[in-house]
């Protein structure tokens, strides 16, 4: 969503990079070039103006630090602003200090507000609350039927005494959940109500009705991102007539310009708590403004990527396969990578993921063509090899190779390229473990290395001396392949050959279709430290 705002923001601060001391006239173009990035994005014009008066004020009373540049500084205060337009902190729900805690959603039809129940009702549940929907939108057709569907995706009760379609009353079935909640011991209540086109009377009335029936602890705006600034003045007028105590961004993974994301807040005065990032239930989490600033600035939200993998990956497995790859053995096998291949997979799209590292923005192109189909073609040529073949995969001869590529619908080629880029991959993982191990202050008992331990160290060679032409042999193929034989020279911290370097490590993961940043988050999770 945030894009273009992204790569605009990027540009007014490219041209600060490299000067010693900026002058007025500089930080007047950069502040020009950055009300223009924000307008662009459709932020509410009062918002830019506040933005920019404070982004000035703080820069004219910049105190030139020496441990970074200015253009540093200028971004750290327009990352400042960002999060203070964002609302400052992370706010999530106050539960009752009496159960249930009732929480009311509102907001315009179409802005997935039935779907963000759902959600909000999944999320409550992995936090170990027992929460219940409660069907009281009986205004829009079939708004009933479809949050009992949700509610079942979302495994969470559905209290729904009324078919809907116009039938009932909503502020009854509002008042009777209360009861049904606290009979069948659900900690927390949500309320799904009626949403219209556009903001008018009926609606705020019925909204207010609820309210006062409930006095619910909660009641959160539902704002879909992707209608600008028709959002921002929709949930000004709700909060003037009704009142809410915090707002709910949906569609956050679309593509428009996102300046509601950037005016609801501040235009309110209400924070921003939840954001829907995409139309799976688990598309859900809490609105970090801070992070959000970073990915704005493209710093990358590194937390939000960490929180995932945690979420998705099992501990114990994470950590015995980290220790078969580093451990200097050929223990990671072919099974161990495909488990931790679909543990990403269940964290979203390649693309996606890769967006929350810093300095993603300039590799723009690159991750929207990112393919994650090749994840389903791996899985298809592993899944279609024998436990023993995935065990070791040195017994893959010609015939194993095709009839593993027919199982798998692709050419011997495909099987060959994966098969070797395993192997290199984890050859080069098995090096690395093994310059960490050796890099450890005394090194480890039984590791590969002994790098920190200069007595472990294996003396310096002298050279001898070979006459001119011993040992050489005349054939170019037979001296080529003598070459490639010959050991290359150890360096202290790594016992099978000389240490990966960055570039080397980083080329075999992209071969081997693993991004380097989140393989080696991947292996944080349990490998040595």
Same mark, same amino acid.
């Given at each position: 969503?945030?894009?273009?705002?992204? +790569?605009?923001?990027?540009?007014?601060?490219?041209?600060?990079?490299?000067?010693?001391?900026?002058?007025?006239?500089?930080?007047?173009?950069?502040?020009?070039?950055?009300?223009?990035?924000?307008?662009?994005?459709?932020?509410?014009?009062?918002?830019?103006?506040?933005?920019?008066?404070?982004?000035?004020?703080?820069?004219?009373?910049?105190?030139?630090?020496? %441990?970074?540049?200015?253009?540093?500084?200028?971004v750290k205060i327009v990352h400042e602003q960002l999060v203070e337009i964002l609302g400052g902190h992370t706010r999530t729900i106050?539960?009752?200090?009496?159960?249930?805690?009732?929480?009311?959603?509102?907001?315009?039809?179409?802005?997935?507000?039935?779907?963000?129940?759902?959600?909000?009702?999944?999320?409550?549940?992995?936090?170990?609350?027992?929460?219940?929907?409660?069907?009281?939108?009986?205004?829009?057709?079939?708004?009933?039927?479809?949050?009992?569907?949700?509610?079942?995706?979302?495994?969470?009760?559905?209290?729904?005494?009324?078919?809907?379609?116009?039938?009932?009353?909503?502020?009854?079935?509002?008042?009777?959940?209360?009861?049904?909640?606290?009979?069948?011991?659900?900690?927390?209540?949500?309320?799904?109500?009626?949403?219209?086109?556009?903001?008018?009377?009926?609606?705020?009335?019925?909204?207010? +009705?609820?309210?006062?029936?409930?006095?619910?602890?909660?009641?959160?705006?539902?704002?879909?991102?992707?209608?600008?600034?028709?959002?921002?003045?929709?949930?000004?007028?709700?909060a003037e007539k009704v009142g809410f105590d915090g707002v709910v961004l949906t569609k956050l993974d679309g593509d428009a310009r996102?300046?509601?994301?950037?005016?609801?807040?501040?235009?309110?005065?209400?924070?921003?708590?939840?954001?829907?990032?995409?139309?799976?239930?688990?598309?859900?989490?809490?609105?970090?403004? +801070?992070?959000?600033?970073?990915?704005?600035?493209?710093?990358?939200?590194?937390?939000?990527?960490?929180?995932?993998?945690?979420?998705?990956?099992?501990?114990?497995? %994470?950590?015995?396969?980290?220790?078969?790859?580093?451990?200097?053995?050929?223990?990671?096998?072919?099974?161990?990578?495909?488990?931790?291949?679909?543990?990403?997979?269940?964290?979203?799209?390649?693309?996606?993921?890769?967006?929350?590292?810093?300095?993603?923005?300039?590799?723009?192109?690159?991750?929207?063509?990112?393919?994650?189909?090749?994840?389903?073609?791996?899985?298809?040529?592993?899944?279609?090899?024998?436990?023993?073949?995935?065990? +070791?995969?040195?017994?893959?001869?010609?015939?194993?190779? %095709?009839?593993?590529?027919?199982?798998?619908?692709?050419?011997?080629?495909?099987?060959?390229?994966?098969?070797?880029?395993?192997?290199?991959?984890?050859?080069?993982?098995?090096?690395?473990?093994?310059?960490?191990?050796?890099?450890?202050?005394?090194?480890?008992?039984?590791?590969?290395?002994?790098?920190?331990?200069?007595?472990?160290?294996?003396?310096?060679?002298?050279?001898?001396?070979?006459?001119?032409?011993?040992?050489?042999?005349?054939?170019?193929?037979?001296?080529?392949?003598?070459?490639?034989?010959?050991?290359?020279?150890?360096?202290?911290?790594?016992?099978?050959?000389?240490?990966?370097?960055?570039?080397?490590?980083?080329?075999?993961?992209?071969?081997?279709?693993?991004?380097?940043?989140?393989?080696?988050?991947?292996?944080?999770?349990?490998?040595?430290?």
């Amino acid at each position: 969503m945030f894009d273009t705002l992204q +790569d605009r923001l990027s540009k007014a601060f490219r041209t600060l990079r490299g000067k010693g001391r900026l002058s007025d006239a500089d930080i007047e173009a950069t502040l020009g070039e950055i009300r223009v990035a924000l307008l662009e994005a459709d932020v509410n014009l009062e918002v830019v103006r506040a933005f920019i008066a404070k982004v000035r004020e703080q820069a004219a009373e910049l105190e030139l630090s020496k %441990a970074i540049n200015p253009a540093q500084q200028i971004v750290k205060i327009v990352h400042e602003q960002l999060v203070e337009i964002l609302g400052g902190h992370t706010r999530t729900i106050q539960f009752a200090k009496t159960p249930p805690t009732v929480i009311m959603l509102a907001g315009l039809q179409g802005s997935g507000k039935t779907t963000l129940a759902g959600k909000l009702a999944r999320w409550l549940r992995e936090k170990g609350n027992a929460p219940l929907l409660v069907a009281a939108d009986l205004q829009r057709p079939n708004a009933v039927t479809q949050l009992q569907v949700v509610g079942r995706q979302a495994k969470v009760a559905v209290y729904a005494p009324q078919p809907g379609n116009g039938v009932g009353d909503p502020v009854e079935v509002a008042r009777l959940s209360l009861d049904i909640a606290k009979r069948h011991l659900h900690d927390v209540v949500i309320i799904d109500t009626a949403g219209r086109l556009g903001v008018d009377e009926e609606m705020l009335a019925q909204a207010a +009705d609820i309210r006062e029936a409930v006095n619910p602890d909660e009641t959160l705006f539902v704002v879909d991102a992707m209608i600008g600034q028709d959002a921002v003045t929709t949930a000004k007028s709700f909060a003037e007539k009704v009142g809410f105590d915090g707002v709910v961004l949906t569609k956050l993974d679309g593509d428009a310009r996102g300046g509601a994301a950037l005016s609801v807040a501040t235009v309110t005065g209400a924070p921003i708590m939840f954001a829907s990032t995409g139309e799976k239930l688990a598309d859900f989490e809490v609105f970090h403004p +801070d992070r959000m600033a970073g990915r704005i600035l493209d710093m990358g939200d590194v937390l939000t990527l960490i929180e995932q993998a945690e979420r998705h990956f099992d501990q114990k497995q %994470a950590a015995e396969a980290a220790g078969k790859l580093l451990g200097g053995g050929n223990g990671f096998t072919l099974q161990d990578f495909l488990t931790q291949m679909q543990a990403v997979k269940k964290m979203g799209p390649i693309g996606k993921l890769m967006g929350m590292l810093p300095g993603a923005g300039a590799m723009a192109d690159q991750l929207s063509a990112i393919d994650d189909k090749q994840i389903s073609r791996i899985e298809a040529i592993i899944y279609s090899m024998t436990p023993a073949e995935r065990a +070791d995969v040195s017994i893959l001869n010609g015939t194993r190779r %095709a009839r593993i590529a027919k199982g798998a619908g692709v050419q011997v080629s495909d099987v060959n390229g994966l098969v070797n880029r395993f192997v290199e991959a984890r050859k080069m993982m098995q090096q690395l473990g093994t310059g960490m191990m050796g890099g450890l202050p005394g090194g480890m008992p039984g590791a590969g290395g002994m790098g920190g331990f200069p007595s472990m160290r294996r003396p310096k060679q002298t050279p001898k001396k070979k006459k001119s032409g011993s040992g050489v042999s005349g054939n170019p193929a037979k001296r080529a392949g003598i070459t490639a034989e010959a050991p290359k020279a150890e360096s202290p911290g790594a016992a099978f050959g000389v240490q990966p370097t960055a570039e080397e490590l980083e080329q075999a993961m992209k071969d081997f279709q693993i991004p380097p940043d989140i393989a080696r988050a991947l292996n944080s999770q349990g490998g040595p430290r």
